[in-house]
């Protein structure tokens, strides 16, 4: 337990923005909808006597060491195990009635869980191919990096990596099956791509990697379900608050929220709305935020954060 406890002791992804942001909201409870090692809903906790929070989870890893750190602060903290696009159901499971305040998502993989070598999240370890955020799930790293024909192969890389190389990618992985650990995998892909083009941009398989875990854990699929559930769950004035780590995740959160922001409106934008939509939140502030300088270089995982905030109409 104490290898585990200390596995998930690192400082949370802006922070103080992310507490600040629910200053202004009403007492009531504050969804985690990724509660990882309970950073954010700590904090949350400690500046906000008024709040209480429900902590989401996949992993149970993560809930071992979350529900540790939530137990000094009793019926004011609750956790669940499940994922995230099922947040409706678990609001009605566990809070009833209770007002439903603020949703928080920390998207994307926790430091932690990169930093556990076998759970083969990491190029940085050998470990054997896994990449499941929920153990218990059938899909892992495993069955698409051997079992994916090269058509799909590259379009998991293309799509969710951004790699420009997919296709030489796809080729070498699938040429070198079996393909069983993460340094394999690693190689595999360094040796795919041009000589010029590993020299910038970082190591040469992280677009791989972050491709084949989204696959593996339908992050970009289930994103809009859990979005738009959370924002149908608040009340007036509570706040929906995310932060995402690369252009899909932000791309789809910027949709979601515009989209509730209209209304739906379907009306031309030169024009009065005659549609009937109605806006349901309206946008903190436009763009979204990112860390400041000395987090970015202290804190590798805030590099390419970017944060959003909407409130409840």
Not at 251 to 273: H, Y
């Amino acid at each position: 337990m104490a290898e585990t406890h200390e596995s998930f002791d690192h400082r949370p992804v802006m922070l103080d923005e992310i507490v600040a942001a629910f200053d202004a909201v009403p007492a009531g409870w504050v969804i985690d909808a990724t509660l990882g090692g309970a950073g954010h809903a700590t904090a949350l906790l400690e500046a906000y006597p008024h709040l209480c929070v429900l902590g989401i989870d996949q992993d149970p890893d993560a809930l071992t060491v979350a529900r540790e750190r939530l137990a000094p602060f009793g019926d004011r903290a609750r956790t669940v195990q499940a994922r995230f696009d099922s947040i409706a159901a678990v609001i009605e499971s566990h809070l009833a009635d209770q007002p439903v305040v603020g949703a928080l998502f920390d998207l994307g993989v926790s430091s932690p869980q990169f930093d556990r070598a076998e759970r083969g999240f990491s190029y940085r370890f050998d470990a054997p191919l896994d990449m499941r955020m929920d153990p218990s799930r059938a899909l892992s790293a495993m069955t698409v990096v051997n079992e994916y024909d090269e058509k799909d192969l590259a379009r998991v890389l293309r799509e969710f990596g951004d790699e420009r190389f997919a296709g030489r990618i796809a080729r070498a992985v699938i040429a070198a099956r079996p393909v069983e650990t993460t340094t394999q995998l690693a190689e595999i892909t360094r040796d795919a791509i041009p000589a010029p083009a590993r020299r910038t941009g970082g190591h040469p398989a992280k677009r791989t990697f972050q491709a084949i875990r989204i696959e593996v854990n339908n992050e970009l699929g289930v994103l809009p379900v859990a979005l738009e559930a959370a924002i149908d769950s608040l009340i007036p004035s509570g706040r929906l608050v995310v932060l995402s780590y690369h252009s899909g995740e932000d791309r789809i959160v910027k949709q979601v929220m515009r989209e509730a922001e209209s209304g739906g409106c379907t009306c031309p934008t030169n024009l009065p709305c005659v549609c009937g939509a109605q806006s349901m939140v309206r946008l903190v502030r436009r763009g979204g935020t990112t860390p400041g300088a000395p987090e970015r270089e202290s804190n590798p995982r805030a590099e390419s954060a970017r944060l959003r905030i909407a409130e409840r109409s």
